[in-house]
C-alpha cells in the first residue's frame, strides 16, 4: 500500500503561480495529478513515468503546467504558472504501477490517491 500526501494548494489570484507537491511512501511506475471542480466529473491534469522520465499533460494545461520529480524522495511536483479562474478546484495526486500509455488519463488506471488539496484561483 502506497500512502501519498499533497501539499501547495491555496489561494492565487488569476496569472498567478502555485506548486504542488507529492510524497509518496514507495515507489510506483507513474504518478499524476488530477483534479476536480464542484459539480464536475475528476479530469486529468498531468503525469510522469518514474522510468524514463515521460511526462502527458492535458490540453488545458499544457504550457502552463509542469510536472518533475525528486527520485531520491519518491515525490512529485506540478508547477503552475498563469493560473486562470478555470483552474480551481481539488487537485489530487494519484499513482500506479503497470499504467499502459492509453490508461494515463484515465482515473480508474491508478491504485492510489492523495487526500487532495485545494486550488482556488480568484478572477
Known amino acids: 500500500q502506497v500512502q501519498l500526501v499533497e501539499s501547495g494548494g491555496g489561494l492565487v489570484q488569476a496569472g498567478g503561480s502555485l506548486r504542488l507537491s507529492c510524497a509518496a511512501s514507495?515507489?510506483?511506475?507513474?504518478m499524476g495529478w488530477f483534479r476536480q471542480a464542484p459539480g464536475k466529473e475528476r479530469e486529468f491534469v498531468a503525469v510522469i513515468r518514474w522510468t524514463g522520465g515521460s511526462v502527458y499533460y492535458s490540453d488545458s494545461v499544457k504550457g502552463r503546467f509542469t510536472i518533475s520529480r525528486d527520485n531520491a524522495k519518491n515525490t512529485v511536483f506540478l508547477q503552475m504558472n498563469s493560473l486562470k479562474f478555470e483552474d480551481t478546484a481539488v487537485y489530487y495526486c494519484a499513482a500506479g504501477n503497470g499504467i499502459i500509455q492509453s490508461s494515463l488519463r484515465r482515473a480508474s488506471a491508478y491504485d492510489y490517491w492523495g487526500q487532495g488539496t485545494q486550488v482556488t484561483v480568484s478572477s
Open positions: 514507495g515507489r510506483t511506475s507513474a
